[in-house]
């Protein structure tokens, strides 16, 4: 009993630890670097009480090598912003150790499902209300105009791009998805609700944001999702029905066929445009790869004024070009190759992880295998030609995503060793 208490005040503190430190990566203050000297005392404790530092999955050797080619490109890029880009690379791997720990108490991975429900439900709900809404909305914009403008917030402050806010709703939403159609027998109690109250809630954000791959890998997770957790009958084919519905929604909406021809040119024209600037941004990131295969130009530095004036793009001279709008180019940039064979590599990984729990889990594992890869998915579509990169405010959520494959796959080994 002592023992286990023990356990769960631990859990608690660590969690509470990670969720100062995620806090603290999201406003644009250098002192926020300070905030990492939390993990020392976090990894010391952990250590005393279950004698590791990291958890045996698969991930840990990636995880390891990430950190350490962060920390090289402090002296190997040619440009750096220092030690707090590098931060964030530590605390991915944290939060991915750590939630792979609690993981391993079954009731922690219930609390876990839960948080990811609210949480999807809380980032629904701010998209609703603080979106830079664009021209690609204008079929909706009668409903926009109904919504309350709130992008004075805390943290929220000018609101959020549609394309930042979809990517993180491309990882929430398939997890969601595969709670609310699984069967009675795999699902844990007073869940039910609220998965079906954050596919709606996200769901409707996500249409009103109109990022078109977010949406993309959204429908392509859920169909996968709904036919491996769902038995064939009526109940299958009406979920179908439904994501077919959503789909027709989605064309209509992104035709522009409802609104003035005028409108609809000026928005067929902007998507036109995005779609040839994605052609010369991912030229310019081949370019930074090209010249700089092994450590990059530098973490988060193919937004600097530096290197968009070696790597050039039309349109952008004075604007900031966030990021390469491809998650590969994206690491290239920052990592360099060796960056790219990492993250390819962890991807790889998980997606054997996941394969496993679904041949040999049990139906709450099969469940959520099934969301989580479905939320990786979905973020894979959307990272293909935008992307939330390694070192973005919104990636805590893909490292999560990521450590609760980890624990569920942990769980899994143990039971079957045990």
């Known amino acids: 009993m002592v023992n286990a208490l023990s356990s769960k005040t631990w859990r608690l503190a660590e969690a509470s630890i990670l969720g100062l430190i995620i806090y603290a990566h999201w406003y644009p203050d250098p002192i926020r670097i300070n905030s990492l000297l939390l993990f020392l005392p976090l990894l010391a ?20 090598v990430f950190v350490g080619l962060c920390l090289l490109n402090l002296v190997a890029a040619p440009y750096t912003w220092g030690f707090y880009v590098v931060s964030r690379a530590a605390l991915g791997a944290g939060i991915v150790w750590a939630v792979a720990d609690w993981g391993r108490s079954p009731q922690v991975d219930g609390a876990f499902a839960i948080f990811w429900l609210l949480f999807g439900i809380l980032i629904g709900a701010i998209s609703l209300v603080t979106a830079q809404y664009t021209i690609k909305s204008l079929e909706l914009q009668n409903i926009i105009n109904l919504l309350p403008k709130l992008r004075d917030l805390p943290v929220v402050t000018g609101g959020f791009n549609v394309n930042e806010i979809s990517g993180a709703m491309s990882l929430l939403l398939p ?6 159609l699984t069967q009675k027998t795999a699902l844990r109690r007073g869940l039910r609700v609220g998965a079906w109250a954050a596919v709606i809630v996200l769901s409707f954000a996500l249409l009103l944001a109109q990022s078109r791959l977010a949406i993309i890998g959204v429908f392509a997770a859920s169909a996968v999702i709904l036919f491996a957790v769902m038995r064939p009958g009526a109940r299958r084919r009406l979920a179908l029905a439904i994501l077919v519905a959503l789909a027709v929604i989605e064309l209509i909406v992104a035709g522009n066929w409802f609104v003035p021809a005028s409108s609809a040119n000026v928005a067929y024209l902007r998507d036109e445009g995005s779609q040839l600037a994605r052609f010369e941004i991912w030229s310019a990131g081949l370019g930074v790869i090209r010249d700089h295969p ?3 130009v ?5 937004r600097s004024r530096a290197v968009r004036a070696d790597y050039p793009v039309p349109g952008y001279e004075t604007a900031v070009l966030p ?5 590969l180019l994206q690491t290239g940039a920052d990592l360099g190759l060796p960056g790219i064979a990492v993250y390819v590599g962890w991807t790889i990984a998980l997606a ?4 496993r729990l679904w041949k040999q889990g049990d139906a709450w594992a099969k469940t ?6 479905g939320g990786l998915l979905a973020h894979l579509v959307f990272n293909s030609a935008d992307a939330i990169p390694l070192f973005d405010r919104f990636i805590f959520l893909y490292w999560l995503l990521v450590g609760w494959s980890a624990a569920l796959y942990v769980r899994m080994r143990k039971q079957g060793s045990g």
């Open 45 to 64: 404790i952990r250590y005393a009480f279950s004698k590791r530092l990291v958890t045996h999955s698969p991930l840990d050797v990636f995880l390891v």
């Open 175 to 180: 997890p969601a998805v595969a709670l609310a």
């Open 294 to 296: 092994l450590a990059g």
């Open 298 to 302: 530098g973490i988060n530095q193919f």
């Open 323 to 327: 990021h390469a709008h491809n998650i």
């Open 352 to 355: 054997i992880m996941l394969r």
């Open 368 to 373: 959520c295998a099934v969301g989580a890869a």
